[in-house]
């Protein structure tokens, strides 16, 4: 009876222990476990793959968010010149940006020559139907999409595991992992990330240090690099053994190592230790005397520690996980110590958990409203639906001035007015972003006045944690279609005009779409238009005021476009700066430029406007040195004017190269003085030579107090030693009156208007046989 006791009790024990190893109720001590094995099994990393990370430093500098996609494309262009061996995006480029910032991307992943990848990312909807969100087809045209998916372990918790590939009806995708490491021979289905690899030995640099050339291209060269997000703000984080929370891209670097090294990691789970445990409570039984309590104790204490060095040895020596939690436990059941309850306790955390992250797929957590992803998510099952799109203003002045906590208080207090509307759909789709989304009003005048009520009644007075805000809410709105994405982009669009027109509230329109139509042709078009020779220079003399001499003039781009006719430069030359084509542009007038001046029959000199965006994204000496270079024309003959802009972020590189081309002995110019953000700083921090007063202060300023200011400006600048030219002289009564004023030299339509080549030198040659006779 006594032994049948002991049977029935050691078998109640394994199935007590059976039941706690399926139910997960072991996990806890398993993690800690496993991460001692892996603490213990450290290997350092091949250091061939580099983490290009999206920190909060980058996002710091940068200033906004979601970035242009231009920064994507000149950081992939940067990479690519610096010899890196691929790249991998471990970010969303599943929807569109602006046309003119995918185009860029687009044309750096051409450049790319294949060598980039960009994410996918696969779900599994309700019918079991893989469904991948790719890249857009222009983007995926030029680079191969790669699996960014992890596995979330039932049991920890925790992230240690990732799906090798994904298929859809479109075909099949690899891992990221899979296609960095190009492993040799088949692999498991689920690749096991080995977590012995040690993190530190991971190159891990700054998006914007690389972008900007603050890494050696040396430290890049030849090894593969995953671009992705690490800053806290973006929220791309996995809880994984031994090391706790990491970023997602991190985590695909890991797994990249983890086939490098050519171990390929098996799983083994709880059952070598339930097996070890049985055989253990076999011999036990087997044993018909009474048990000596402390040999048995300190036998059991042996087999314990024994069995912990056996899996420390097969992780370490042949790559295979196992489950030591549940022998350990098993062994102190049969010491006569029982753990019942710990089961039901993780499973539940385990399923809040599961709820949590379900819920943070597609919802805002900060206000429990739906994120953009949700929104885009929303199926209108063929209803037409209406969006608008609510932007709370000066939000970021709010979070630096008071804090990040009072501004996510604030925007609950709005997320909780707007749940009272009456919207069928509420989403938060950016940080100052709320969306509401309903089945279509009757009229366009009644959505419009739904729009502007919304504007209206956010725009109001908070009180936050004692502090009093005065808060201004805008609205876009759009109509007309099922697609809740689609409205999205129509509402940003009419939101971005009604702040530039100065509305409460703003509609998306047919001319909207035209003039985004035409916006995206003008960028297609301009960077063919070098090419095919539509590009002209004309020239616009400057005199001297004191004889009325043709001392210079300023080259002017000219776009004749095929169709469209004559392309104003006013629309042309902000849209070649938006999308960084300005640099070459910059090239090609300075070029023509310099071979045109060379020649004239006077040695007159050349005016060219420098873009602000040249100084940021080109090697503008260098194009400089190699104009002058190629043309012969003397650096003295050379005006380079520079307008002020607050796109400028780097005053001290821009300091730096005005000072190198003053060296070279180019004159250099500040252009439309007295228009910019802090014009009178550039006396006492920049070199130059001469100061180009904007034709707002000239034109029809004939009043005392114009003439005040316009007399003012030039005496600053003869006393500071500079020469001053002024913009926009239409009349001989205004040239008297600069003149006079001691002004040097002058530009427009009463001296002539802009002129082609040949005019000038008619021009010219006529000035040297006035001077003759």
Same mark, same amino acid.
């Given at each position: 009876?006594?032994?049948?006791?002991?049977?029935?009790?050691?078998?109640?024990?394994?199935?007590?222990?059976?039941?706690?190893?399926?139910?997960?109720?072991?996990?806890?001590?398993?993690?800690?476990?496993?991460?001692?094995?892996?603490?213990?099994?450290?290997?350092?990393?091949?250091?061939?793959?580099?983490?290009?990370?999206?920190?909060?430093?980058?996002?710091?500098?940068?200033?906004?968010?979601?970035?242009?996609?231009?920064?994507?494309?000149?950081?992939?262009?940067?990479?690519?010149?610096?010899?890196?061996?691929?790249?991998?995006?471990?970010?969303?480029?599943?929807?569109?940006?602006?046309?003119?910032?995918?185009?860029?991307?687009?044309?750096?992943?051409?450049?790319?020559?294949?060598?980039?990848?960009?994410?996918?990312?696969?779900?599994?909807?309700?019918?079991?139907?893989?469904?991948?969100?790719?890249?857009?087809?222009?983007?995926?045209?030029?680079?191969?999409?790669?699996?960014?998916?992890?596995?979330?372990?039932?049991?920890?918790?925790?992230?240690?595991?990732?799906?090798?590939?994904?298929?859809?009806?479109?075909?099949?995708?690899?891992?990221?992992?899979?296609?960095?490491?190009?492993?040799?021979?088949?692999?498991?289905?689920?690749?096991?990330?080995?977590?012995?690899?040690?993190?530190?030995?991971?190159?891990?640099?700054?998006?914007?240090?690389?972008?900007?050339?603050?890494?050696?291209?040396?430290?890049?060269?030849?090894?593969?690099?995953?671009?992705?997000?690490?800053?806290?703000?973006?929220?791309?984080?996995?809880?994984?053994?031994?090391?706790?929370?990491?970023?997602?891209?991190?985590?695909?670097?890991?797994?990249?190592?983890?086939?490098?090294?050519?171990?390929?990691?098996?799983?083994?789970?709880?059952?070598?230790?339930?097996?070890?445990?049985?055989?253990?409570?076999?011999?036990?039984?087997?044993?018909?005397?009474?048990?000596?309590?402390?040999?048995?104790?300190?036998?059991?204490?042996?087999?314990?520690?024994?069995?912990?060095?056996?899996?420390?040895?097969?992780?370490?020596? /042949? $790559?295979? +996980?196992? @489950? #030591?939690?549940?022998? *350990?436990?098993?062994?102190?059941?049969?010491?006569?110590? &029982? =753990?019942?309850?710990?089961?039901?306790?993780?499973?539940?955390?385990?399923?809040?958990?599961?709820?949590?992250?379900?819920?943070?797929?597609?919802?805002?957590?900060?206000?429990?409203?739906?994120?953009?992803?949700?929104?885009?998510?929303?199926?209108?099952?063929?209803?037409?639906?209406?969006?608008?799109?609510?932007?709370?203003?000066?939000?970021?002045?709010?979070?630096?001035?008071?804090?990040?906590?009072?501004?996510?208080?604030?925007?609950?207090?709005? /997320? $909780?007015? +707007?749940? @009272? #509307?009456?919207?069928? *759909?509420?989403?938060?789709?950016?940080?100052?972003?709320? &969306? =509401?989304?309903?089945?279509?009003?009757?009229?366009?005048?009644?959505?419009?006045?739904?729009?502007?009520?919304?504007?209206?009644?956010?725009?109001?007075?908070?009180?936050?944690?004692?502090?009093?805000?005065?808060?201004?809410?805008?609205?876009?709105?759009?109509?007309?279609?099922?697609?809740?994405?689609?409205?999205?982009?129509?509402?940003?669009?009419?939101?971005?005009?009604?702040?530039?027109?100065?509305?409460?509230?703003?509609?998306?329109?047919?001319?909207?779409?035209?003039?985004?139509?035409?916006?995206?042709?003008?960028?297609?078009?301009?960077?063919?238009?070098?090419?095919?020779?539509?590009?002209?220079?004309?020239?616009?003399?400057?005199?001297?005021?004191?004889?009325?001499?043709?001392?210079?003039?300023?080259?002017?781009?000219?776009?004749?476009?095929?169709?469209?006719?004559?392309?104003?430069?006013?629309?042309?030359?902000?849209?070649?700066?938006?999308?960084?084509?300005?640099?070459?542009?910059?090239?090609?007038?300075?070029?023509?430029?310099?071979?045109?001046?060379?020649?004239?029959?006077?040695?007159?000199?050349?005016?060219?406007?420098?873009?602000?965006?040249?100084?940021?994204?080109?090697?503008?000496?260098?194009?400089?040195?190699?104009?002058?270079?190629?043309?012969?024309?003397?650096?003295?003959?050379?005006?380079?004017?520079?307008?002020?802009?607050?796109?400028?972020?780097?005053?001290?590189?821009?300091?730096?190269?005005?000072?190198?081309?003053?060296?070279?002995?180019?004159?250099?110019?500040?252009?439309?003085?007295?228009?910019?953000?802090?014009?009178?700083?550039?006396?006492?921090?920049?070199?130059?030579?001469?100061?180009?007063?904007?034709?707002?202060?000239?034109?029809?300023?004939?009043?005392?107090?114009?003439?005040?200011?316009?007399?003012?400006?030039?005496?600053?600048?003869?006393?500071?030693?500079?020469?001053?030219?002024?913009?926009?002289?239409?009349?001989?009564?205004?040239?008297?009156?600069?003149?006079?004023?001691?002004?040097?030299?002058?530009?427009?339509?009463?001296?002539?208007?802009?002129?082609?080549?040949?005019?000038?030198?008619?021009?010219?040659?006529?000035?040297?046989?006035?001077?003759?006779?």
């Amino acid at each position: 009876m006594w032994q049948l006791t002991r049977w029935l009790s050691a078998a109640m024990a394994m199935l007590v222990l059976l039941g706690l190893a399926y139910s997960g109720a072991l996990a806890s001590v398993d993690t800690r476990l496993s991460d001692w094995r892996l603490i213990a099994s450290s290997v350092p990393a091949t250091g061939s793959v580099v983490l290009v990370e999206i920190d909060s430093a980058s996002l710091e500098e940068v200033g906004v968010w979601p970035w242009p996609r231009s920064l994507h494309a000149d950081l992939l262009d940067r990479l690519m010149a610096a010899g890196v061996e691929d790249v991998a995006f471990d970010i969303d480029f599943s929807s569109s940006s602006t046309a003119f910032e995918d185009a860029q991307f687009t044309a750096a992943l051409e450049r790319a020559g294949g060598y980039a990848r960009l994410a996918a990312f696969a779900q599994t909807d309700n019918t079991g139907v893989v469904r991948f969100s790719r890249p857009l087809p222009e983007f995926a045209a030029q680079a191969e999409p790669v699996l960014v998916n992890v596995l979330l372990d039932p049991v920890t918790a925790r992230t240690r595991s990732l799906p090798v590939a994904a298929s859809d009806a479109i075909g099949t995708v690899p891992a990221l992992a899979v296609e960095l490491a190009r492993p040799q021979g088949e692999l498991p289905p689920v690749l096991e990330i080995d977590f012995s690899i040690e993190l530190a030995g991971i190159p891990r640099y700054s998006f914007v240090d690389v972008l900007y050339g603050r890494v050696d291209p040396a430290r890049l060269a030849g090894r593969q690099v995953v671009v992705g997000a690490s800053a806290i703000e973006l929220r791309d984080f996995f809880n994984v053994p031994r090391y706790g929370v990491v970023p997602g891209p991190l985590l695909q670097v890991l797994a990249v190592e983890t086939l490098k090294s050519g171990r390929i990691l098996t799983n083994l789970g709880w059952l070598p230790g339930l097996a070890f445990t049985g055989l253990v409570a076999l011999v036990l039984l087997l044993h018909r005397g009474r048990f000596n309590v402390a040999i048995i104790g300190l036998a059991l204490l042996f087999c314990s520690a024994l069995a912990e060095a056996s899996a420390l040895l097969a992780y370490s020596g /042949a $790559g295979i +996980l196992v @489950r #030591t939690a549940v022998l *350990h436990t098993g062994l102190l059941m049969l010491f006569g110590l &029982a =753990l019942a309850d710990s089961g039901y306790a993780h499973l539940v955390a385990r399923r809040a958990a599961q709820q949590r992250l379900k819920f943070l797929a597609t919802h805002d957590p900060a206000t429990g409203l739906l994120s953009r992803q949700g929104l885009v998510d929303l199926h209108a099952q063929q209803r037409t639906l209406i969006l608008i799109l609510l932007q709370v203003q000066a939000l970021d002045e709010l979070r630096a001035t008071l804090g990040h906590d009072i501004v996510e208080q604030l925007l609950a207090q709005i /997320a $909780g007015r +707007l749940m @009272r #509307t009456g919207y069928t *759909h509420i989403a938060r789709t950016a940080p100052a972003n709320f &969306a =509401l989304v309903a089945v279509d009003f009757d009229d366009a005048h009644r959505l419009a006045a739904a729009a502007r009520d919304l504007a209206s009644t956010l725009t109001d007075i908070y009180t936050v944690d004692s502090h009093t805000l005065h808060v201004d809410v805008l609205a876009g709105f759009a109509a007309g279609s099922a697609d809740p994405s689609e409205l999205l982009n129509q509402a940003e669009i009419a939101l971005i005009h009604a702040r530039s027109e100065r509305l409460p509230a703003r509609g998306f329109s047919r001319a909207d779409q035209s003039a985004l139509d035409r916006h995206r042709r003008l960028d297609s078009d301009l960077r063919q238009a070098l090419s095919r020779d539509q590009l002209r220079l004309l020239f616009q003399p400057q005199v001297d005021l004191s004889d009325g001499r043709i001392v210079g003039v300023e080259s002017l781009m000219r776009w004749e476009h095929p169709e469209l006719g004559l392309v104003s430069p006013a629309e042309f030359i902000p849209l070649a700066e938006e999308t960084g084509l300005i640099v070459e542009l910059g090239r090609w007038i300075l070029d023509r430029a310099c071979s045109q001046a060379v020649a004239w029959p006077v040695p007159i000199s050349v005016a060219v406007n420098v873009s602000p965006v040249q100084f940021l994204r080109s090697d503008l000496i260098a194009s400089v040195e190699a104009a002058l270079s190629r043309s012969g024309l003397p650096p003295e003959r050379l005006d380079l004017e520079i307008t002020e802009s607050s796109r400028v972020t780097d005053p001290s590189r821009v300091h730096d190269v005005m000072w190198h081309l003053q060296k070279l002995g180019v004159h250099l110019s500040i252009d439309d003085f007295g228009t910019g953000y802090s014009a009178l700083s550039h006396f006492r921090d920049l070199p130059f030579d001469m100061v180009k007063i904007d034709q707002g202060f000239v034109r029809d300023r004939k009043s005392e107090s114009d003439r005040v200011l316009l007399a003012a400006i030039v005496e600053l600048a003869r006393k500071m030693g500079k020469q001053t030219l002024a913009e926009g002289v239409e009349d001989a009564e205004t040239a008297a009156i600069l003149r006079a004023m001691g002004c040097t030299f002058a530009q427009g339509y009463h001296f002539g208007r802009p002129l082609p080549e040949d005019a000038l030198i008619a021009l010219l040659l006529g000035q040297v046989e006035k001077q003759s006779a």
